[in-house]
């Protein structure tokens, strides 16, 4: 397939390379500061750097939008496709209706639109992710461009999954809890350690088996362990007095202290 990015962000500088891997052929990379379309551009084959959102005459057939989701709309207002184009956003928790309507009012030309969305944490600058065991979501109201982004999304992953702009919603939400909340955990507790003259390192076996360990079960809850689960209140309040000088540490403490404690009937 001739594939375009709009974005050379997180995800663009995952997915393109492994789209390219899988046999595709990315021509064109947009980004509003062109050294970022070119630092993607340059681990690509052929593909070139686009400055502007006109690509009437890209001989391009699928253009993904990696931009950040409040960014959408207003990239939508100012794209111009070619006919026959088919536009995918990447988003975990915007709807296929929403790039629908825009394309609507703001594209001349009738534009096949769907979903491709990669259920998975991406860094810019990281080694460049396998997607085999990446699930993909991918939606679309048109079934011919549904069956070729479900092909599309074969080629690189084995886990490809048709799913509804609701699924994917409360799936993102689930991500955000189990990947980003849980990665700012990770960061307070660093900052706490080594605020205090303490090695981060020492968490680094409790973090691992941790992660290990809620993966092994079918329910992480089965493996809960701490002051919270086991409803030792005089440590709590020792920890939250250690924290008082960091009310807003001691608040995420306090509420995730009272969620555990809810969720085991304390
Ligand atoms: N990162 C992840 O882990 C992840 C996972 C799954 C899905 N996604 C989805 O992938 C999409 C992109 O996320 P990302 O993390 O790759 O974002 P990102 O790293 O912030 O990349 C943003 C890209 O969009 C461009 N951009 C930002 N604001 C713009 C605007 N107002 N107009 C035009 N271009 C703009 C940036 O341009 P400049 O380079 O010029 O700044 C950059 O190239 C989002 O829909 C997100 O939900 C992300």
Redesign the pocket.
């Known amino acids: 397939m001739e594939i375009s990015f709009?974005?050379?962000?997180?995800?663009?500088?995952h997915l393109a390379p492994a789209l390219e891997n899988a046999g595709h052929h990315i021509n064109e990379v947009?980004?509003?500061?062109l050294q970022?379309?070119r630092q993607l551009v340059s681990n690509l084959y052929d593909a070139h750097t686009h400055s502007e959102l006109n690509f009437a005459d890209s001989p391009s057939t699928l253009f993904v939008?990696?931009?950040?989701?409040?960014?959408?709309e207003?990239?939508c207002s100012r794209l111009v496709l070619p006919e026959q184009a088919t536009l995918v956003?990447?988003?975990?928790?915007?709807s296929l209706q929403s790039l629908e309507q825009w394309m609507d009012i703001y594209s001349d030309v009738p534009v096949k639109t769907g979903v491709f969305?990669?259920?998975?944490?991406?860094?810019?600058g990281q080694p460049f992710m396998a997607f085999e065991e990446i699930p993909l979501c991918i939606e679309s109201t048109d079934k011919a461009t549904e069956d070729a982004l479900v092909q599309l999304g074969q080629d690189v992953s084995n886990i490809v999954y048709l799913i509804t702009s609701e699924e994917r919603r409360t799936l993102h939400v689930a991500a955000v809890l189990a990947c980003n909340f849980t990665n700012h955990l990770l960061a307070l507790a660093h900052d706490l350690t080594t605020q205090n003259g303490l090695e981060f390192d020492l968490l680094r076996p409790l973090i691992t088996e941790t992660f290990r360990k809620g993966l092994a079960v079918n329910n992480p809850a089965n493996v809960q362990t701490g002051p919270a689960r086991r409803n030792d209140l005089t440590t709590i309040s020792d920890h939250l007095a250690l924290l008082a000088n960091q009310p807003k540490l001691a608040e995420i403490y306090q509420i995730l202290t009272d969620s555990i404690r809810q969720y085991y009937g304390r």
């Open positions: 709009i974005g050379a962000g997180n995800l663009a500088w947009y980004s509003r500061q970022h379309a939008l990696a931009v950040p989701d409040d960014a959408l207003d990239v956003h990447t988003s975990g928790s915007k969305y990669a259920l998975q944490t991406f860094t810019k």
